[in-house]
């Protein structure tokens, strides 16, 4: 995992000046790119792509190598926000979704209206990281914790997951994105366990993003399946109990899915100040940024506040 | 004649001072007062920077402000404290600055052990956790001193993690959950050799779950797992990260980090992030019946390597 030292200005305090509002402006994003080079054979979109660098309809190309490297180009001429370091850009970025419900009680609506904004949200989110360069970003859907939750919620949860992933499997695959979701899938439906093999399995080769789902995940449970999985291979002899160590752990966990798997910075909305089981581990030296936002309302100004924020911090990992 | 006056005048405003901070500290108790709060000592050499010190005055400006901040914790009625006091990760510093702050520690943990009965008026029980073998040996014998001194006081507990970090104490878990499994498995196997089915024998004792590691086999080798875990984490100096610090129990504790540097840290730092606690107190017991997490039961641990080097009972 890369990273630069920063040298440290003043500091900003642990909670984000940010406010909730009921009806939250976004502001305008001003897109300069330039088109994609027409390949053949082309074809238009109905929606804008994920990791679409503008707004704009897109042409389609086939040619999965020409499409990789049109995105690079692309990525390396979306100029950042003022204020954006290229250099300093997080490589993963996390997030604890928090506040979905509160947007909604908040404008008299039914819970499932704040699941269905959060996931516009992510869809923005994801675009944005594209867009800017980040590698991995990990999303904490649903913990392990949130089985608690009334039976009818839950249900509609899991079936916002399998629809959105069915929804964009055209847009994974076109935009090069990989799909990785982390968590104990054995409380899962079956239609969704193998729709989130399928999906996986189907752009397990995507190297331009990845998106790490944590579903029925916490940080305790990912540690103890490590553990399980370690103490198998001491019981087959493959390895001694004096051959545990930090590697073999991070090798165990189940972000050994990405190249990056310890988190940059780990963002948390809705104002709430602890990180609720989220990855324990690999958040030893994360940046923690807390957003007063709701997740809903959580856009690019708010993600562009946590990047600054990001970037002028001094990392010293205990040195 | 007027130096006896001011240290009249000086010891009648510590003591309305107390007085007040006793009253506002009744006031809090209202509500719920944490039972465990972890620091993160950060910010001594920027704070001699700063001052334009040499790094140790910043370390013994930390020293003082550290035993207020315990002060008021125990006159608030918070049970237990931790506090990061160095890093395995902190060895990576300068050799310099390393030895200023392991001289600090020997030259105070000596001053404590003179102090013995002062320690033991406020009821302070003192515990070190972490990978004591990696300190010099003066060190280590003057931490088993005063752990063995202070170890019948009841009223506060402090926990001073030195050489600690979370990956150090989770490897050490998982390593010995790994050997108590195969050590289970062993049994399993031995008892299956008096019984025609071998395999049948040991698939039974996995169903059991004998042999199988489960959350509560790593937590019972966890180092900390001789206090609750935290309901409160303070990192001062503005910095929002957790450097491998608790990383098992702070699952659901609130972070708070002032952007004061730790010398530069006060009474009312603690009062707010006590009252931020109390805001969440409500929600997070209703999470914890939910989960049904065993917060009150503390193992009586066996000493089986460096990371743990004192028991607590119940």
Redesign the interface.
């Given at each position: 995992m890369s990273f630069t030292l920063q040298f440290s200005l003043p500091s900003r305090p642990l909670i984000a000046t940010n406010t909730t509002t009921l009806s939250p402006i976004r502001p305008v994003t001003n897109l300069r790119f330039k088109p994609a080079p027409p390949l053949s054979p082309p074809s238009l979109l109905i929606k804008p792509p994920l990791c679409a660098s503008t707004q704009q309809r897109q042409l389609v190309v086939s040619g999965e190598d020409e499409l990789k490297s049109i995105n690079g180009a692309q990525e390396e001429n979306v100029p950042l926000p003022v204020g954006l370091w290229r250099e300093s850009m997080p490589k993963h970025v996390a997030v604890i979704m928090d506040g979905n419900r509160r947007w909604a009680r908040l404008r008299g609506l039914p819970v499932d209206s704040g699941y269905e904004a959060g996931v516009k949200s992510l869809r923005a989110m994801v675009e944005l990281c594209c867009k800017w360069g980040i590698r991995v970003l990990t999303v904490f859907a649903f913990s392990s914790d949130n089985w608690f939750r009334p039976k009818m919620e839950v249900e509609f949860l899991m079936s916002v997951l399998e629809e959105g992933v069915k929804e964009e499997m055209e847009s994974f695959l076109r935009d090069n994105v990989r799909i990785s979701v982390i968590g104990d899938l054995s409380k899962l439906q079956k239609s969704l366990v193998e729709l989130i093999m399928h999906v996986e399995e189907t752009t397990k080769n995507n190297t331009r993003f990845q998106l790490i789902v944590a579903v029925s995940y916490s940080g305790q449970y990912d540690l103890v399946q490590a553990c399980q999985r370690i103490a198998m291979k001491v019981k087959d002899g493959v390895i001694e109990p004096n051959d545990v160590n930090e590697s073999l752990i991070e090798q165990e966990l189940e972000t050994n899915c990405t190249e990056f798997p310890y988190p940059d910075l780990l963002i948390r909305t809705s104002g709430e100040l602890r990180v609720s089981n989220f990855m324990l581990w690999q958040l030893a030296y994360t940046e923690l940024f807390f957003a007063q936002s709701l997740w809903p309302d959580f856009g690019e100004a708010e993600f562009i506040e946590a990047l600054r924020s990001f970037q002028r911090r001094r990392r010293s990992y205990g040195g | 004649m007027e130096t006896q006056i001011g240290c009249g005048a000086n010891q009648l405003f510590k003591r309305v001072g107390t007085f007040l901070r006793k009253c506002l500290f009744r006031v809090l108790s209202v509500g719920e007062i944490p039972n465990h709060i972890a620091f993160i000592l950060d910010g001594n050499r920027r704070y001699a920077r700063k001052h334009n010190l040499a790094v140790e005055a910043g370390y013994r400006a930390g020293f003082v402000s550290l035993l207020s901040i315990l002060k008021y914790c125990s006159e608030m009625g918070v049970k237990h404290v931790t506090i990061f006091a160095f890093?395995?990760?902190?060895f990576?510093?300068r050799p310099h600055e390393v030895q200023c702050v392991m001289d600090l520690m020997l030259e105070k943990m000596e001053v404590l052990l003179k102090e013995e009965n002062v320690v033991k008026q406020y009821g302070v029980r003192i515990c070190f956790i972490g990978s004591l073998k990696l300190l010099s040996e003066p060190i280590r014998i003057a931490a088993e001193k005063v752990t063995k001194a202070t170890a019948k006081n009841t009223r506060t507990v402090i926990f001073i993690c030195m050489a600690y970090?979370?990956?150090?104490e989770?490897?050490h878990?998982?390593?010995h959950?790994?050997?108590d499994?195969?050590e289970n498995?062993s049994q399993a196997r031995k008892h299956a050799k008096t019984h025609d089915d071998v395999n049948e024998c040991v698939e039974e004792h996995e169903k059991e779950g004998t042999?199988?590691?489960?959350?509560e086999?790593?937590e019972k080798h966890m180092c900390m797992r001789v206090a609750p875990d935290p309901d409160i984490i303070i990192r001062t100096?503005?910095?929002?990260?957790?450097?491998?610090f608790l990383?098992?129990q702070?699952?659901?504790?609130?972070?708070?980090?002032?952007?004061a540097l730790w010398p530069e840290i006060g009474l009312w730092h603690l009062v707010w992030a006590v009252i931020?606690f109390q805001r969440?107190h409500s929600y997070l017991e209703k999470?914890r019946k939910?989960?049904i997490l065993p917060q009150e039961q503390f193992f009586t641990p066996t000493i089986s390597s460096d990371c743990c080097k004192q028991t607590l009972k119940r």
């Open positions: - | 890093s395995v990760d902190n990576k510093r970090s979370s990956g150090n989770i490897t878990a998982v390593q959950s790994c050997i499994k195969l498995h042999t199988m590691v489960k959350l086999d790593v100096s503005g910095e929002n990260r957790l450097s491998n990383l098992w702070t699952d659901s504790c609130v972070l708070y980090a002032p952007a931020n969440y999470k939910q989960l």
